[in-house]
């Protein structure tokens, strides 16, 4: 299983920042918008969080299993 994450971390990285810059760009045109309730706002602003939450995440846990690969 592990070595099934090593190999899908680097493609879901991979995928996720593919994808980032569409939602991103999605996310601000919605904020420009005039014509969004506060609650839509908010709702825009969790989005975003969450996706810089996740990819962190991703990330941290890349970085870990590069670490633990190279100790002996």
Do not use: C, H, R
Request: no cysteine.
């Amino acid at each position: 299983m592990i070595n099934i994450l090593v190999a899908l971390i680097p493609i879901l990285i991979s995928e996720y920042q593919a994808l980032l810059p569409i939602s991103q760009n999605i996310i601000a045109a919605l904020q420009q918008s005039g014509d969004i309730t506060q609650a839509q706002w908010d709702a825009l602003d969790a989005m975003s969080a969450q996706y810089d939450a996740e990819f962190k995440t991703a990330l941290d846990a890349a970085v870990a299993q590069d670490a633990a690969a190279v100790k002996p």
